[in-house]
C-alpha cells in the first residue's frame, strides 16, 4: 500500500480523560478524515471539542467537533501559507525585491515575527526551521494563556535561497521592460 497522501492533525484538543492530543493520523482521502473525526464526536462527552486539519503538501482545510458534531472539511482544500526561512542578509535582500514580488504574485511581502496569526499565502523570516516549528505547534492544554494559535492549518516551509532565485529573475524582466 502507499503512502497516505494526506496527514490529519488534531491543532486543539480539550477532551478526554487526560487531555492527551492524539498523533498525526496518515489518511488516504478527506473522507477517511471526515470519518475519523465522527467517529472522535461520537466519543465525546461535554465539555470536549476539538479542532482538526487535514492537508497535503501544498492545501489544508480545517474542521470543529464536539460531542455528536464534527463539521464537515470542505471538499475542496485551500493553499496553505508559505513560510521563506532565510538569514538576515536573504531577507534584507528580499524586501529589496518587492516590486519584483508583486510583478511575479502580486501583493507585498509580509515578515513573520513567529507569534501573529499567518493570513497570507507567502510570509518571509529569520526564524530558524526548529523556531518556526516551535511557534506552528498546535498549543496544548497546559499552554493556554502562555501560547497562541498562529496557524489552523500547518505552513509549508521553504528556503528563502528559493525565492531569491524566483524574484531575482523576475526583476531581470522587469528591468528589461522598463528598458
Known sequence: ?????????????????????PADIPVHSVEQAQLILQAIANAMSQPGHARAAIFNETAGACAYATDDFAEAFPTQLTS???????SNEEIAE???LAAAFDYAY???LEQ???????DGMEVITTLTTPEIEAAIAPVEWWDEGRRFHV?????????AAELLTELREANEDLVR???
Request: proline share 8%; hydrophobic share 30%; glycine share 14%.
Open 1 to 21: 500500500m502507499s503512502a497516505a497522501p494526506y496527514t490529519l492533525r488534531f491543532t486543539e484538543w480539550r477532551c478526554g480523560h487526560h487531555g492527551q492530543r
Open 112 to 118: 513573520w515575527d513567529g507569534s501573529t496569526y499567518l
Open 177 to 179: 521592460g522598463a528598458a
Open 106 to 108: 502580486g501583493g507585498e
Open 80 to 86: 496553505r501559507t508559505v513560510i521563506y526561512h532565510g
Open 151 to 159: 496557524c489552523e492549518t500547518p505552513p509549508v516551509l521553504k528556503p
Open 94 to 96: 528580499l524586501l529589496k
